[in-house]
């Protein structure tokens, strides 16, 4: 088998949430570049459009549905518009995140829960839900959710989303284990700074000095995170579960004093 054979994933059924911008966007061209019919789920209707537009004009496959990750309903509904369109998924991307800044001690019930029901909640409802169809329809499958560094180290200000994301990271470990032997893969890609719109603001301003605290000397593009994903999701990665891989320059293994 060559190289590229084992990237291939024609044949395979993506759903990547959080499709609307930023790494979700490159994830879901991405699969679909490699031969995957990807469902792009996301609020912003109209993006998830434009990309469907993009995807289908290079060739590609796509639906896209609008849903609030938080959703039950949203959630059964954009995974029965998937098998409608193209059958089982295969792979599920649980990228759909938000941020937050502010001292933990000022922190609102309100956005403790918004952060933690997006960036963790969802992610075990999802993958869940990818669990079980996979399992009825006889497939084997992958799951990555994407964590971050801020699940693995802490910095000030980001409580509720360190939490969030250091909690993905074990939801990984704890799926991956229960679901190795029925053949459903579970993974994780721990990013470090990459700009997009999350923080396109922040990193291009106030934060620009941060990019001294990289060893490589630079903030990650979305495209930074193409192997690692590719890796994961395809045949490349078939021995891989509960892993969870570090994408971030360097960042996490430098010391800051
Ligand atoms: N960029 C980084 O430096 C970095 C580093 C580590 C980890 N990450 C993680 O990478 C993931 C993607 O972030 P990004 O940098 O690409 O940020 P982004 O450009 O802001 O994208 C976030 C995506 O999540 C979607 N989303 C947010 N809340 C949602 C909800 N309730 N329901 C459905 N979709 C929702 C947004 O779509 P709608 O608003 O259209 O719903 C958007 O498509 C996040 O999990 C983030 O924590 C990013």
Do not use: C
């Not at 959080?18 to 994830?27: H, I, Q, V």
């Not at 918004?114 to 075990?124: G, Y």
């Not at 992958?142 to 000030?156: C, E, H, P, T, Y």
């Not at 074990?170 to 799926?175: F, H």
């Amino acid at each position: 088998m060559t190289a590229a054979q084992l990237f291939d994933l024609s044949g395979q059924v993506a759903l990547v949430t959080g499709a609307s911008s930023g790494l979700g966007a490159r994830f879901a061209e991405v699969l679909a570049e490699n031969g995957a019919a990807v469902v792009l789920v996301a609020r912003r209707a109209d993006r998830l459009g434009a990309l469907k537009t993009r995807i289908d004009k290079s060739g590609g496959r796509a639906v896209a549905v609008e849903a609030d990750v938080r959703d039950h309903a949203a959630m059964l509904r954009a995974f029965d518009a998937a098998e409608r369109a193209f059958g089982a998924v295969t792979i599920l991307v649980n990228n759909a995140g938000v941020a937050h800044s502010g001292r933990a001690i000022e922190l609102s019930e309100e956005e403790w829960r918004r952060v933690l029901s997006t960036n963790l909640d969802a992610v075990f409802y999802w993958a869940q839900e990818a669990a079980r169809r996979m399992l009825a329809a006889g497939k084997h499958g992958a799951i990555v959710n994407i964590a971050s560094v801020l699940g693995l180290n802490v910095d000030k200000g980001v409580a509720a989303y360190a939490t969030a994301k250091a909690g993905v990271i074990q939801l990984t470990k704890a799926l991956a284990l229960e679901l190795a032997f029925k053949g459903i893969r579970v993974n994780a890609i721990a990013p470090g700074w990459i700009i997009t719109d999350i923080n396109r603001d922040y990193l291009t301003g106030d934060g620009a000095a941060m990019k001294r605290q990289i060893p490589m000397g630079r903030f990650g593009g979305d495209s930074d995170l193409d192997g690692p994903l590719l890796l994961l999701v395809s045949d490349a990665g078939r021995y891989m579960t509960g892993a969870t891989i570090v994408a971030d320059g360097g960042q996490l293994v430098a010391l800051r004093v």
